[in-house]
């Protein structure tokens, strides 16, 4: 009879989903009754263990009808009826008919009906904010609410024993008139939710005092008679608590505006207002450490691994389990709010046992498909967004870096310092490092993404990106991935800033624990909004919506905006390929080609950063060392052509003006960011080993008879950027003026986000150089270099290497050349023979130039008005020999390390074959 009595509620609010009756106060009542807690539940308080199975179906019924409740009342809401023309009820006003329901049921001081009635006014906050508020200013609701945990009459079970344990109520840990508290905080929790509501609590002081009290830890408090049998929780202060970190926000926010009113008032009253605010501030910080160790005393004691929480094997262990969850998500929800100040970062990072409880305890593992059948698989966190959002929130606050803040942003904070000196000495309050202690350090952020490493944390994080039901409509394994963009958000912020480390170890710990297959997913969404629709007729759309599968819910007719943020799985992927072997990561050709498009997506989207641009450049720059197939796909790579069906290249050796190739010609021209600059070049170094990239480069080259012709101002592009890559062969004074020496120290970023965008000339004059050195090969290419009238006098510069007749140059140099992009020599000698050794490559690639151009420079040279560049054959003649005797004599010098002897052989060679030509 009890079971058919769940049966009938189920079934009522199901039948009333479907038509289109209006709201009845019976009806109302109905779907109130359904979110009376587990353990109250009329129709199940008699089940035995014996019962399971019966059991779990009728537990799952009723789950399924609270959710049937919500959405029924969801779309018959004022706004869900104006948005909908196919709703014929649209003159119902919900909160006018929910009111005398739940006053009535608050009025009802039985511990099921208070319950049942706390319950759902906090659920109908999660979909029907505006009438929720509505319900909860009403006369009277409020007042019923605070007044509910005293008002309880609460039951008193029985102590259990050997032959009723399995009924009695000591699983759950508290008595009715703690669950009447605890779903009063829970409700003004989920109140807080909505700005409206949050504003109007915030003035209500009965509220504010109520909240004072109960977000006192219990733990220590010695309040409870010693007599009393069930242990101490901190439940109702850790929910308590969060309720009032979310109206502290209101009430901060308006004592801020206060003060911004009172600055025309007199002199004292502005202290005062001041004083205020660094008083509340201070009970703030109290009020967070103490909820920070209530949650570290509670959680641990609510994990799924507590023996009482195992299996499901009567109605009171399933109580218990809804208990913890709702307790673990305020855990959760009070952690994601505390972890936005570094101070809670840092003690979260270092207490190992509640990040390990918080990275290894919860089952968020994909399930088999033998098991999603189970009715008790509804309640699994790899399904519950709530938790999963809280989870991944926690770790993204914990693992985040301090904002880099601009030169205008530097400034105003200096400003706001300055401005704030003469009220901090007069004040004896620790306000002074606010802004300092808001922004935290590298270090630190360093040692807290450690500690989450440690903890296994991007495990949990591949978990979280992986978790959720498969679409339906989607069979690729690209689209199994979390259905909720803030949960992927979250999980691709925390996974970005535990590999912006530049360390091998560490990102090689990280793809152990999962993260190249967690950045994979993530980027699938991102890449459907990125490229382009697949062209389809009409009799195509319907299986093209299939296959986008479950991102086809947010898909609109146009693309969706991505902005830099969005990039972040990206950008994480594009790190991983940076100091990871791609041919490890991905072993197998197509694997490559497959990753490629994504990493050349990031380097083209319109909105990407200069450091995603750069670090793209940088990833593509390895993976286009490994195969000409590769080189192929990367250079004919464009957004325009590419689809969201297709994202891997054709390989294709028709070059498109929006491809990546043409990008790497224009960027040569267009960049002024050095570090960017650099990254197009030596991308470009490696692109040009192919030869349909090779041609495209080469195909601009104006003939011989074109340049006797033309005028300077119609020169080629290619002539353009040749002139441009000889002026980048150059050295120039950044290293010496940042004063970069042989240790590889320097008073500079490194980082091409910096204000100044600079770096040592070295690697961009090796890339520059090596072009030139490959492109001169050509005939027509060599005829368009000796066009430029500075050429053998800067291909000289490149041969006298720290031994010009200008002291300020060789100053130059000598920084330049001992300035180290890859790891730093163990000692002074190491860092000398490296200088050597990259003086001696800059001399090779020169000398290579040098060689390609001389033959066409013979055929020429007997009518004056041929260009060539810049040549002075006695000079010329005279700077060979020298350079020829200088490493003739530095290879007789003792002590010369191997490797860098053999490097000047090899250079004496090209030199000797120069001095012939010439």
């Not at 739940?102 to 319950?119: C, G, Q, V, Y």
């Not at 109206?247 to 004292?268: F, M, P």
């Not at 990275?359 to 399904?383: I, Y």
């Not at 040549?871 to 005797?885: C, E, K, Q």
Request: hydrophobic share 40%; net charge negative; with cysteine.
């Amino acid at each position: 009879m009890q079971e058919a009595e769940t049966e009938s509620l189920a079934e009522s609010i199901r039948r009333f989903s479907l038509s289109d009756e209006p709201l009845s106060t019976s009806t109302a009542h109905s779907f109130v009754d359904a979110f009376a807690p587990l353990s109250h539940c009329a129709p199940l308080a008699q089940h035995s263990s014996a019962q399971r199975k019966d059991t779990d179906a009728v537990l799952t019924e009723l789950k399924q009808a609270r959710s049937t409740a919500l959405v029924t009342l969801a779309s018959r809401s004022s706004s869900a009826s104006a948005s909908s023309a196919s709703c014929k009820i649209t003159d119902e006003n919900l909160a006018q008919l929910l009111t005398p329901v739940i006053r009535s049921k608050l009025a009802d001081t039985t511990p099921r009906s208070l319950l049942a009635a706390l319950n759902f006014l906090a659920a109908l906050f999660s979909v029907l904010p505006t009438e929720a508020h509505d319900i909860l200013i009403a006369e009277g609701i409020l007042h019923l609410v605070l007044e509910a945990p005293d008002a309880c009459n609460a039951v008193r079970r029985p102590a259990p024993d050997s032959a009723s344990s399995h009924v009695s109520a000591q699983p759950l840990q508290l008595r009715d008139e703690q669950l009447v508290s605890l779903a009063v905080a829970e409700l003004v929790s989920s109140a807080a939710n909505s700005t409206v509501t949050r504003k109007f609590l915030a003035g209500q002081q009965a509220l504010l005092d109520w909240l004072d009290i109960a977000c006192v830890p219990r733990n220590t408090s010695s309040s409870a008679p010693a007599s009393d049998s069930h242990p101490k929780t901190d439940a109702i202060a850790i929910l308590s608590g969060l309720a009032d970190v979310k109206i502290y926000r209101a009430t901060a926010s308006e004592s801020v505006q206060g003060l911004s009113q009172s600055l025309s008032s007199k002199q004292t009253s502005q202290q005062d207002h001041i004083r205020k605010i660094q008083q509340d501030r201070s009970e703030r910080q109290r009020k967070d450490h103490s909820l920070f160790d209530a949650i570290h005393s509670e959680l641990p004691s609510r994990g799924p691994g507590s023996a009482s929480s195992q299996n499901l094997s009567s109605i009171d262990q399933a109580a218990r389990a809804e208990l913890d969850r709702s307790i673990q998500l305020g855990c959760l929800e009070a952690l994601a709010y505390l972890t936005v100040q570094p101070v809670f970062k840092d003690r979260l990072a270092a207490d190992t046992r509640l990040l390990a409880i918080l990275c290894t305890t919860f089952d968020l593992s994909t399930p088999k498909a033998a098991d999603t059948s189970k009715p008790g698989e509804v309640d699994s966190q790899r399904f519950d967004g709530a938790f999963q959002l809280g989870l991944a929130t926690i770790l993204s606050n914990l693992t985040a870096y301090p904002k880099t803040l601009t030169a205008e942003e530097k400034q105003i904070r200096r400003l706001r310092k300055f401005a704030n000196a003469q009220e901090t000495k007069q004040n004896d309050s620790a306000t002074a490092d606010n802004d300092e202690d808001e922004l935290g350090t590298v270090e630190q952020a360093d040692k807290r993404c450690a500690a989450v490493l440690d903890a296994r944390g991007i495990e949990t994080l591949c978990s979280l990106a992986l978790a959720g039901r498969p679409s339906p409509n989607s069979t690729s394994a690209s689209l199994k991935v979390n259905p909720s963009k803030s949960v992927r958000t979250a999980c691709s912020d925390a996974l970005l800033a535990l590999l912006t480390k530049q360390d091998r170890t560490v990102r090689g710990k990280a793809v152990q624990q999962g993260a190249l297959k967690a950045v994979l997913a993530l980027a699938a969404p991102v890449l459907h909004d990125l490229l382009p629709a697949p062209n389809t007729d009409a009799g195509a759309g319907q299986s093209s919506a299939n296959r986008i599968g479950l991102f086809s819910r947010g898909a609109n007719p146009s693309t969706p905006s991505v902005t830099s943020h969005d990039l972040a799985p990206l950008q994480a992927l594009a790190k991983l390929l940076i100091s990871l072997n791609p041919s490890i990561l991905f072993p197998s050709e197509q694997g490559l080609l497959s990753v490629t498009p994504v990493i050349c997506s990031l380097l083209l989207a319109p909105a990407a950063s200069q450091l995603q641009k750069f670090e793209a450049l940088l990833a593509l720059t390895n993976l286009a060392s490994l195969s000409p197939q590769i080189c192929l796909s990367i250079a004919a790579f464009s957004l325009e052509t590419a689809t969201r069906d297709k994202v891997t290249s054709d390989s294709s050796t028709t070059f498109c003006s929006t491809s990546v190739l043409a990008h790497a010609c224009e960027q040569l021209l267009m960049e002024d960011h050095a570090m960017l600059r650099r990254a197009w070049i030596e991308l470009l170094v490696n692109l040009l080993q192919v030869q349909e990239v090779f041609a495209y480069f080469v195909a601009s080259s104006p003939s011989g008879s074109e340049q006797k012709h033309g005028s300077n101002e119609q020169q080629s592009r290619l002539t353009l950027r040749l002139r441009t890559l000889l002026g980048l062969s150059e050295v120039d004074d950044w290293a010496y003026l940042n004063h970069i020496n042989g240790d590889g120290s320097s008073g500079a970023s490194t980082s091409p986000s910096s204000d100044a965008g600079g770096e040592p000339s070295l690697a961009t004059r090796m890339a520059s150089l090596a072009i030139l050195a490959m492109v001169s090969d050509s005939e027509p290419v060599a005829h368009s270099l000796l066009s430029l009238e500075r050429l053998f006098p800067v291909l000289l510069t490149n041969l006298v290497l720290d031994r010009s007749g200008q002291d300020t140059r060789n100053q130059w140099e000598r920084a330049d050349l001992q300035a180290h992009s890859a790891g730093q020599p163990r000692n002074k000698a190491d860092a000398q023979a490296q200088a050597e050794l990259n003086g001696i490559n800059l001399s090779l690639r020169a000398s290579y130039v040098i060689l390609n151009v001389l033959p066409h420079l013979k055929r020429e040279e007997g009518d004056p008005s041929e260009p060539n560049g810049g040549l002075h054959p006695d000079v010329f003649r005279a700077t060979l020999r020298d350079t020829i005797t200088h490493h003739v004599a530095q290879c007789k010098q003792p002590g010369a390390q191997d490797h860098v002897t053999q490097a000047r052989k090899g250079l004496l060679e090209v030199l000797a074959e120069c001095l012939k030509a010439a």
